[in-house]
């Protein structure tokens, strides 16, 4: 059971004690070009080939100076790239949410270094940024942390502590991802999902053993199981794409992540199915993710991977339960395949949970299965049901609505699954409180 008063005084005793060395750099990587590619490439490479590439690509260092920043694809689906618009405003650790343009003077020099190497080597500026997360990675969580701890109500840690409801928030790993599970654990967090590498371009950095090593230790002393976190894939992949290119690319970055999981000892991965872009048909859609998806599964061991349901923004495939199952049952091995439920995805799809909701769980559970439920999404909805507009809201502010997730806060089908919010960071601790005294 979740330890939550042994670690709860203990963090707030160190961060008590210690003296803040002064706000963390704000570096935002910024691209230098960008990629146009037609999505209607022939000649497609196979996913095995795929496969290869990404493994070889990683025993290596990439050092030529002359190498070329492999940058997202200009005419990628629009509707991809604002799905989830609110996953990339994960909850920050290096500074108070509203207070984020201070920097320190190595970070400072950090952008100094950047801004003179733009025009020369992009690697360069890579590594500088990397040095720069790793001193800030020793700094001492900020204080608005302890704030947000203490506002948790007794009520919901009392809860907390003695529910099987798994709630938590979408995180960022700036600053450090060895330190993700006690940044999770000190706003109330039960599970948390995160970025592997940056979710808007397709550059590879393999994962430092340290650093590991460091994310390990850190989710067994907080009380993370493997099944508690549920990385996001990048906002790039899409597993539908007739480009050769962009389908290689695909294939290459989707089987780094898993693994990366694997590295981290995590056994969950969701990233959304892709978009047809109005070239090829459903079916067709479907079969082409089952084949990557199986390619995939093939070349790693244990990680469940998770197709996310979809609000029908654009061509996005998965808006419906059907397509979900179309995938599911040409996965070969049933055993590392699930479906991530977004609550403000099936609402914009159509599925009316607010007014309907067992009927839609029932759906769920006929053409899907509840077996395959293996993470959710809590997001409220900016849009009404079927907008098909993919705008998530704070929990209660929204379309939805409170009284739908006190019903779901209360489903035992929902029990010891990962529930993560992609709210606004600021947000979480407030969203927490409401959703733990929600449950009878």
Known sequence: ????????????????????????????????????????????????????????????KRTNNNIEEEEEEATAPAEMAKEDVNVDKGLDLEAPPKKRNAVTKKSAATVVVKQESENTKEQSASDQILKTEEENAEMPPAAWFEQAVKSLSAS??????????????????????GKLPENAAIVGCRSFSLFLRSNMNWRIVPL?????????????????????????????????????????????TLLFEVQSCEKLGIKLYAFHPGSTRGIVTIDEACSRVAKV???????TKDVVILLECMAGQGFTVGNKFEDLKKIIDSIENKDRIGV??????????GYDIKNKYEEVMEEFDKIIGFQYLKGVHLNDSKGVCGSKVDRHEVIGKGKIGEAMFKKLMNDARFDNIPMVLETPAECYTEEINLLYNLID
């Open 208 to 252: 430092k053993e340290d650093v590991i090593a460091k994310f390990k230790e850190n989710c067994e002393k907080y009380g993370f199981d493997d099944r508690h976190i549920i990385p996001h894939g990048c906002y790039l992949l899409n597993a539908v794409s007739t480009d050769a290119e962009i389908f290689r690319k695909t294939c290459e």
């Open 1 to 60: 059971m979740f330890a939550y008063n042994e670690w709860m005084s203990e963090i707030i005793a160190e961060v008590k004690g210690k003296k803040s060395r002064g706000k963390n750099a704000k570096i935002e990587e910024k691209d230098d070009s960008e990629e146009k590619i037609s999505d209607q490439g022939e000649n497609e490479p196979s996913v095995s080939a795929a496969a290869a590439a990404v493994n070889s690509r990683q025993l290596k």
């Open 340 to 349: 991530c439920l977004d609550t403000c995805h099936i609402f914009a799809a």
């Open 156 to 177: 919901a840690i009392d809860n907390i502590k003695k529910s099987s409801k798994l709630i938590g928030g979408h995180l960022t790993t700036k600053g450090s991802l």
């Open 293 to 299: 998806v199986n390619e995939v599964i093939a070349q």
